[in-house]
């Protein structure tokens, strides 16, 4: 039995993190119903390559919220689930009449997780983006890439998922506590502004103390420092190199049959020229010599894999940290001792009849 056995939450279907939040809840263990837009219950945005994984492990039923039997249905529903999430624009929900209040009404300890880029609220509120307008005004966005260069956005992990998907999960579970022990849901707004800016901390505080720069790749974890970054290698793959506490850094310049004396860990002043050495040394040998030069070793030096490499390397595959379902995709996170790691097999889609059914 998985943590969130016995819980049931609908999702609204939509993209990007709502749907990702929607994957994880259903990781673990609640029976999630996917309520698709579609005429098609599996024919949603994506559904042809991202929805073989970010749909994994829940049904879906197709509804048309313009409908008001349809609506009526959904009520049904609300009324016999834990909670929903839904990742509409400000005021969407209302004007469906499915609103925060009128679902309360109908189940006083529903959870209902909302997720937005700017927020429910604030003047910014009504306006589109996608997740790299939102890490851009949050400030996390400036921090990332090359010196000199535009910043460049970390695919849609810090928005869309690390700022927004994972801060709507926390939040509803939350909310299902305190359900739990009251009997009353709460309204939750995850805005990917506010989540990314969140995961921002360790740098804001920093900041505050003089500790970190605004100059991209002068920073401690930015690329600057030559111990904490990634190089190319002789056969144009790359080496990732993370050896930040003065034994592993020990380690590293060993690793590379460098003095000590010669490579001081912290003069700042003199991380270019230290940077461009370590570069000439790891430009020699390929990037598989070197991972099992250092294998074993406390240099903190592991290969940059590809997505097809990831799922092949030995200590993934001993963790089952890869399955294969459809396609090869990462398995639940995180684990749970006593519970099976694999995603739950995708249930077939159902009419919002058969839901209702079900649910009520």
């Known amino acids: 039995m998985k943590p969130l056995s016995g819980l049931r939450i609908l999702e609204f279907d939509g993209l990007g993190p709502v749907t990702f939040a929607g994957m994880m809840l259903a990781d673990l263990g609640a029976e999630v119903l996917r309520l ?6 599996g024919a949603a945005v994506f559904s042809e390559v991202g929805g073989q994984v970010l749909h994994r492990g829940r049904a879906a039923a197709a509804v048309n919220l313009k409908d008001p039997d349809h609506v009526a249905g959904v009520m049904d529903l609300i009324g016999g689930a834990d909670a929903l999430i839904e990742g509409f624009r400000p005021g969407v929900m209302e004007r469906l009449g499915l609103g925060p209040d009128v679902c309360a009404a109908r189940n006083a300890r529903l959870v209902y ?4 880029g700017w927020g429910q609220t604030g003047p910014m509120a009504q306006q589109v983006g996608h997740d790299i307008n939102y890490i851009a005004l949050s400030g996390a966005l400036h921090a990332l ?52 800016a969140l995961l921002m901390s360790l740098f804001q505080a920093l900041s505050a103390r003089g500790l ?9 974890l930015d690329g600057g420092a030559p111990f ?11 080496i990732a190199v993370g050896a930040l506490e003065p034994q592993f850094y020990a380690a590293l310049i ?3 049959g460098l003095e000590p004396e010669s490579a001081p860990q912290f003069d700042l002043a003199g991380w270019p020229a230290l940077h461009t050495r370590f570069a000439a040394v790891f430009a020699t040998r390929d990037r598989d010599d070197w991972a099992a030069h250092f294998e074993g070793t406390d240099a903190c030096v592991t290969p940059v894999l590809t997505l097809a490499e990831a799922a092949r390397h030995p200590h993934n595959a001993a ?14 996170a995180p684990r749970f001792a006593g519970t099976p790691a694999g995603p ?14 079900r649910w009520t």
């Open 228 to 238: 904490y970054r990634c190089y190319a290698c002789r056969d144009g793959r790359f």
């Open 145 to 196: 890439g090359e010196p000199d260069r535009p910043p460049r956005p970390p695919l849609n992990l810090l928005g869309d998922y690390g700022g927004g998907a994972m801060m709507l999960v926390t939040g509803v579970l939350a909310g299902l506590l305190e359900a739990k022990s009251t009997g009353k849901g709460r309204v939750v707004d995850a805005a990917m502004t506010d989540g990314s």
């Open 319 to 332: 963790r089952g940290t890869f399955v294969e379902q459809g396609v090869t995709q990462a398995a639940p």
């Open 212 to 220: 970190w720069s605004e100059n991209r790749g002068a920073n401690l």
């Open 344 to 357: 739950e097999a995708q249930p077939a889609p159902m009419t919002l009849e058969d839901a209702r059914s």
């Open 113 to 116: 997780g909302r997720i937005t």
């Open 254 to 256: 060993a690793g590379l």
């Open 36 to 41: 698709s837009r579609s005429a098609d219950a």
